[in-house]
C-alpha cells in the first residue's frame, strides 16, 4: 500500500499542477461576476485579439527546493523575455485560429487541414526581444558537471523575427556550441522559406500522423507507459470548462499600471471541493489505471480507498497549496488586457509528513528545511495598438532556406 500511496500522491501533483491550464482560459470565466464586470473581461479580451502590435515583459519562474529525490537541495530558474510585437492581418487570423487549440488532437488536426495557418503565423509576425535566463548557481554547476563544459548560471540572448527570417545574436551562446565557439553577432535562419516548403510537401500531415499516440506506440517511437501518460492527461484537460464549478473571480481593489487604470480580478480554485470532488476521482483513477505508472500503479478500488483517506485528510495536506490566476483589464476604453500573472506554489512539508509516516519516504531522504515546488509567471503588455518599428540586423549572415533544408536530409 506504502507504493500505492507514493502513486496517488504522484497523480494527485501531476493533475494539479495542470489545472492552471484550466484557469487560462482563451475565453474569460465570469462566475459571479456582476454583468459590467463580466462585460469589462470580456470585452478586453476580445479587444487583445484584435491588437496588431504592443511591447511586452514576460517573467517566468520556477523554483523546486527540499524535495526528495532532487539531486540538487534547490533549483531556480527564471526567464525574463522583453521586446515589440506585429502581427500582419494574415498572422492575426491564424492567430485567432491557433488561440482555440486545446489539445494534441485540436493540433494534429490543423496541421493535417490546414498547414497554410502555420506559414501565415510564421511569416505573417515579427518580434524583436531579448530572452533571459537566471539559474542559481548549484543548478548551474549540475548542468555543467552533466553537460561536460562550464556552463554560465546567466545567459542573454537577442531575437529578431522579420520577414520569415529569424535572426539571433548568437554572441554568448555561441562558446556552448560545438562548431560556433569563435563567432559573435547575428546569423539569420530562413525558417520562413523552409515552412513553406515543408508545407509544400506534405510534411505537416506527415508529422500530424506521427503524433498520434497510438501510432506513436505501434510503431515504438512511444512506449506504452508514455502513451497512456500522454492519453490520461490530455482526457483530463480536454474540457477547462469542466472545472469551472471549483473555480470563483473576484474584482479586487482597483490598481494602477504604467499610470493607467486597471480593474484586477483574481480567479482561484477551490481545492477541497475539487479534491473531494466524485469528478477528481475520476480523473485520478484513469490516469492511475492508464499504466503510466508502472506495475504498482493503484488498481480503480484502491483509488476509492485512498481517495476517502485523502479526503478526510486534505485540510492539512492542501493547506500550503495557491493556484491562482490575475488578470489586469485597463479600465478606460479601448479595454485591453494590461496584465497577467499565474501562480501554482506547494508547500510540501504536510504532504511529505505524511508520506514518511506511511513509509512511502524513507526517513533519511526527508528534507530538513522548507519544501516547495511553485511555478509563476507574470507578463505586462505596453503600447498595445501604437505601431513597432522591427528592422532586420543590417550586419548579419543569412542562412537560406535551401542550405538549411539540404543540411537536414
Do not use: H
Request: charged share 15%.
Amino acid at each position: 500500500m506504502r507504493s500505492k500511496l507514493a502513486s496517488l500522491l504522484l497523480v494527485v501533483l501531476l493533475l494539479l499542477a495542470s489545472f492552471s491550464t484550466a484557469l487560462a482560459q482563451s475565453e474569460p470565466f465570469c462566475g459571479d461576476l456582476d454583468a459590467a464586470d463580466c462585460d469589462l473581461l470580456t470585452t478586453a479580451t476580445a479587444n487583445m485579439k484584435e491588437v496588431a502590435s504592443y511591447q511586452a515583459s514576460g517573467n517566468y519562474n520556477a523554483i523546486l527546493t527540499g524535495v526528495p529525490g532532487l539531486p540538487l537541495a534547490e533549483a531556480t530558474v527564471d526567464v525574463m523575455v522583453d521586446g515589440a510585437f506585429s502581427y500582419d492581418e494574415s498572422a492575426l487570423a491564424a492567430a485567432a485560429e491557433l488561440a482555440m487549440v486545446q489539445s494534441q488532437e485540436d493540433v494534429t488536426n490543423l496541421m493535417a487541414e490546414s498547414p497554410q495557418l502555420f506559414v501565415d503565423f510564421y511569416n505573417g509576425w515579427a518580434f524583436d526581444m531579448v530572452i533571459s535566463l537566471d539559474a542559481n548557481e548549484e543548478l548551474a554547476a549540475a548542468l555543467s558537471a552533466d553537460a561536460g563544459i562550464e556552463l554560465p548560471s546567466s545567459l542573454s540572448v537577442p531575437l529578431i523575427l522579420k520577414d520569415g527570417i529569424l535572426y539571433v545574436d548568437v554572441t554568448e551562446v555561441a562558446p556552448f556550441i560545438d562548431g560556433m565557439q569563435e563567432m559573435k553577432g547575428w546569423l539569420g535562419f530562413e525558417l520562413g522559406g523552409v515552412i513553406e516548403a515543408a508545407a509544400e510537401q506534405g510534411v505537416f500531415e506527415q508529422a500530424a500522423a506521427s503524433m498520434d499516440p497510438e501510432a506513436m506506440a505501434s510503431t515504438g517511437a512511444m512506449d506504452p507507459a508514455t502513451m497512456a501518460a500522454l492519453m490520461g492527461m490530455q482526457a483530463a484537460l480536454g474540457d477547462p470548462t469542466a472545472f469551472e464549478k471549483f473555480m470563483t473571480i473576484t474584482r479586487s481593489d482597483d490598481d494602477e499600471i504604467d499610470g493607467a487604470a486597471v480593474a484586477v480580478f483574481v480567479t482561484k480554485l477551490d481545492l477541497l471541493a475539487f479534491i473531494s470532488s466524485p469528478e477528481f476521482v475520476e480523473l485520478v483513477k484513469s490516469l492511475a489505471t492508464s499504466g503510466a505508472l508502472g506495475a504498482d500503479a493503484l488498481s480503480a478500488a484502491d483509488v476509492d480507498q485512498a481517495m476517502q483517506m485523502l479526503g478526510m485528510m486534505g485540510p492539512m495536506l492542501f493547506q500550503g497549496l495557491t493556484s491562482e490566476n490575475t488578470t489586469a483589464v485597463s479600465i478606460d476604453e479601448p479595454n485591453y488586457l494590461v496584465a497577467e500573472a499565474s501562480l501554482f506554489s506547494w508547500d510540501l512539508t504536510s504532504l511529505l509528513q505524511m508520506a514518511a509516516m506511511s513509509g512511502a519516504i524513507p526517513a533519511d531522504q526527508m528534507p530538513s528545511g522548507v519544501s516547495l515546488v511553485e511555478f509563476s509567471t507574470s507578463v505586462v503588455n505596453s503600447e498595445i495598438g501604437e505601431e513597432q518599428t522591427i528592422e532586420a540586423p543590417a550586419d548579419a549572415m543569412v542562412i537560406p532556406a535551401e542550405a538549411m533544408m539540404q543540411s537536414s536530409n
